[in-house]
């Protein structure tokens, strides 16, 4: 075994290549390798390799994403339970990802306006969602269902839930306000390892993953499906029925169209209406 110090680039170059021909890696495997041993170089040995800069990185193959139809979203949402199911349902009707339902605060629906802001998403950007008006009668009851934890937790005096960029630091007693409670609370505490605080978090992701998984088999969906699955449906479903792609666009938080074009490429057999030549020859004959 040599040092890494000892190492130059033919030994790196031969170990990336051996990522990508004999281990088969995924570009994204390869690039993280790649980052990795940068970091080493510069961050913990002190030593910069201005030739590793030139080693090429493995682009990202573009996946059509899996959808599901508007039937198999229905059947996925008959075999969840009734929690589990509102939040799928409310990541399906606005497109959000996992994550950003899961962390919404109280202040964050507004059920006078119908929307959703999502806060702090991908790329540290803001943004607006619809609040689907079939969901809005359930959201108030889990809405009342956070309030009863709320008291609680006040009765019981216990810390706070987090609050993002220190603002406790500022408003000492912000995180024990309602407004910043999560609209979907964790039935159990667990401790902050930065501050030590025990707190309570909002449902572990876990859990929808869990039951996603269970539903798509118990509904005979032989489709690859996980909750992001949810997110691409919502996208291709709103492109079908006529949404604007920007419009689709914004509502996904994408910076850019052509990431949100991938949705028509699920679409174009569908909607370019080019009819096969072997459909064509049976048509003549």
């Not at 040995?45 to 990202?60: F, I």
């Not at 339902?101 to 991908?122: H, M, N, P, T």
């Not at 088999?217 to 949404?243: D, E």
């Amino acid at each position: 075994m040599r040092h890494p110090r000892d190492m130059g680039a033919a030994e790196v170059e031969a170990f990336l290549t051996m990522l990508a021909t004999e281990r088969h890696v995924s570009a994204s495997t390869h690039n993280q390798a790649l980052s990795a041993i940068l970091f080493l170089y510069r961050e913990v040995l002190g030593v910069d390799l201005p030739w590793l800069e030139g080693v090429s990185r493995p682009a990202q193959k573009r996946r059509i994403p899996s959808v599901l139809t508007r039937d198999e979203v229905a059947a996925l949402f008959q075999f969840l339970d009734a929690d589990m199911r509102l939040l799928a349902q409310l990541l399906y009707g606005t497109g959000m990802r996992l994550m950003e339902g899961l962390r919404l605060r109280i202040k964050d629906v507004d059920f006078d306006r119908q929307v959703i802001i999502v806060r702090e998403a991908k790329g540290n950007k803001d943004r607006v969602v619809m609040l689907p008006r079939t969901l809005a009668p359930t959201l108030r009851a889990q809405l009342l269902n956070a309030r009863s934890v709320w008291e609680q937790d006040r009765q019981a005096q216990r810390g706070g839930v987090q609050t993002p960029h220190a603002l406790e630091q500022k408003y000492p007693q912000v995180g024990r306000t309602w407004g910043w409670f999560w609209l979907f609370p964790s039935p159990t505490f667990s401790v902050d390892p930065r501050s030590g605080v025990e707190r309570r978090h909002h449902l572990f992701e876990e859990r929808l993953q869990r039951a996603v998984k269970k539903a798509v088999a118990q509904a005979g969906i032989c489709k690859p499906v996980s909750v992001h699955t949810l997110r691409h449906s919502f996208a291709t479903h709103l492109l079908q029925s006529g949404t604007d792609i920007r419009t689709v666009q914004e509502l996904l938080g994408h910076s850019d169209v052509s990431t949100t074009m991938i949705y028509t490429h699920v679409l174009k057999v569908a909607a370019g209406g080019t009819a096969s030549p072997l459909d064509s020859m049976a048509h003549g004959s």
